[in-house]
């Protein structure tokens, strides 16, 4: 199980492959230390959200990254696995997995409707209770409609107040809806409810839990959440309007080759996006790199950091 106070991170780690398309385990390994090291993640994510690129494995694969995310954490943090299907026996079944492996939480995408039209609320309160029917561990709702549904406000109110969800993860930036969802979901105590990086601040500010991230962006956030509980207000702006270029300038590429180029950049191992989908061009890739020695993702001298695989 998971034990959060909070404000903090919840970290998926970046998944670098060999030439022949396997998880890299080594490059993988120097990710998670640099997750639960670097970033200081209260929760690491495995094979959760698409930046991990997850979705492209067999479900052999998909399982054994899995195993290897939790092996290489070494109990060091809570890990939430990833188990989202449209299928809930699938679901089900890599809970199963999270269980055996000791696992803190699962993580589970609100799920489009697979023969057409957006789901109902109750068509996903019934799916999330079939879910939860099968683990005792706590899950963590995610919302990112595009891959999953767009779930209302209420509907988001109502699976919250489920009882094995215990986290709401929330990709919007929409500041109205996080501020009524950190009210009615966070703050009535329902679930933790986490936003994403543009939405740091703001949502910490509001009195919510924190975001969910990959590496290295995570890096910055713990920086921006280690100077809002100092109470150094003016340090904390000053490092979240890093974010405001980092990483939109590059986002026509997608989010996935932005933070395995900065990840590469900073002497973290992390590859190419998953074939045939393409990282940024040499220019892209140099624009980058001097945006990013302007950041506090480098260290004051100018020097990226490094963890050796």
Known sequence: MV????????????????????????????????????????????AGVEAQEYHYLTMDQRKRLIRSTVEYVDGRRPVAVGISHPSFKVAAELAGLAEDLGAGAVQLLAPLRPFGGPPTTADLV???????????????????????????????????????????????????????????????GHAKYFTTMQMLL????????????????????????????????????RLQAQFALFPSRWMHRGLTPVMKAASEILGIPAGAPYPPFRGLDADETEALRAYLATTDLMTTQGEPAHVDA
Not at 128 to 149: D, H, I, Q, S, W
């Open 3 to 46: 034990a959060f106070s909070g404000p903090g991170l919840v970290v998926p780690p970046l998944t670098p492959f060999t030439a022949d398309l396997q998880v890299d385990e080594a490059a993988l390994k120097a990710q998670v230390d640099y997750v639960v090291e670097g970033c200081d993640a209260a929760i690491v994510v495995a």
């Open 126 to 188: 019934a799916y999330f209770e079939a879910v939860g029917r099968e683990t005792k561990l706590p899950t963590l709702l995610y919302l990112n409609p595009g891959p999953g549904a767009d779930v209302s406000i209420d509907a988001t109110i109502t699976l919250s107040q489920l009882d094995h969800i215990k986290f709401v993860k929330e990709s919007s930036r929409d500041l109205s809806r996080v501020s009524r969802l950190i009210m009615e979901v966070d703050r009535a």
């Open 202 to 237: 703001a949502t910490v500010q509001l009195g919510g839990a924190g975001v969910t991230l990959p590496s290295p962006a995570a890096a910055l956030a713990n920086k921006v959440i280690k100077a809002f509980v100092a109470g150094d207000w003016h340090e904390a702006a």
